[in-house]
């Protein structure tokens, strides 16, 4: 007898996303693997997002909305996490409710981390052709996002001989790990996103533990660019450099 394939869940926290969920749902509804749960983490929205997800969940059963009032969405991704493990997730991917993960990305995660045995793994994030942007900034901010792990590389913070591996940027948007390796490494920090970046800390978390990690440029999520349309490209990327722009109002919505 075969044993069964190993439990994947996919963590998507949510605020106030009631203009942006439903493209979210969809492409989660349209995954060629199915056999996945989902855990949407209700941040604490004001908001139509929870009814709009329970409506298109109804017929789903592996589909769930749970709660975290600690705002952030390192508190909210956490919870998330740790409710899919004890669920009996072994495997776990987490996407936003602005983005729109590819037909291909959930058996894309589960192929990186059981038959090529990653335990940790950072996709590739392509900016949303349906938010207006040109395809001048789109092309940037990608060219930006692989200059700044380039960047991160060489960054004196992220070299350390406690590093078992190079640094590797894995957006929160597009990371997949073992739930093994996500407790062991102490998971997303219950932060604000004002106060720290979780997933570079899970990533340097990871380094201490194991080099079994990398990108895939096949496992596909395409981000959201709002806060290029509110911010503009240079302040977005000093936003994401150690926040170095900091704006009154960090939830674009």
């Known amino acids: 007898m075969n ?6 869940a996919v963590v998507v926290p949510v605020f106030n996303e009631t203009g942006w969920i439903r493209p979210t749902l969809a492409a989660l509804a349209a995954q060629v693997d199915q056999d996945f749960d989902v855990v949407f983490v ?3 929205s004001t ?10 969940a109804a017929d789903r059963p592996r589909w769930r909305v749970i709660h975290e009032p600690q705002k952030g969405t390192g508190a909210a991704a956490d919870t998330g996490m740790r409710a899919a493990i004890a669920g009996g997730a072994a495997l776990l991917a987490r996407t936003d409710a602005d983005c729109l993960p590819r037909s291909d990305w959930t058996a894309g995660m589960r ?9 940790l793994v950072g996709g590739e994030l392509v900016p949303r052709t349906d938010e207006g942007l040109s395809w001048f900034t789109r092309m940037g901010l990608r060219g930006a996002v692989h200059l700044a792990e380039a ?3 060489v960054r004196k913070d992220n070299r350390s001989p406690q590093y078992l591996g190079p640094y590797m940027m894995a957006a929160g948007c597009n ?3 073992t739930a093994e390796l996500y407790r062991q490494s102490g998971g997303f920090p219950r932060t604000r996103i004002e106060d720290l970046h979780e997933d570079r800390a ?3 978390a990871v380094r201490r533990i194991t080099p079994r990690y990398a990108r895939r440029g096949d496992i596909v999520v395409f981000g959201s660019s709002r806060r290029v349309t509110a911010w503009g490209l240079k302040n977005t990327l000093l936003w994401y450099k150690d926040h170095r722009y900091r704006p009154e109002h960090v939830d674009i919505r």
């Open 175 to 177: 990371v997949g790990i």
């Open 47 to 56: 908001d139509d997002s929870v009814a709009i997800i329970e409506e298109f």
């Open 111 to 119: 192929r990186a981390l059981t038959t090529e045995g990653l335990q």
């Open 42 to 44: 209700d941040n604490g």
């Open 202 to 204: 899970l990533v340097n």
């Open 151 to 153: 960047f991160g590389r």
């Open 3 to 8: 044993a069964s394939p190993p439990r994947l």
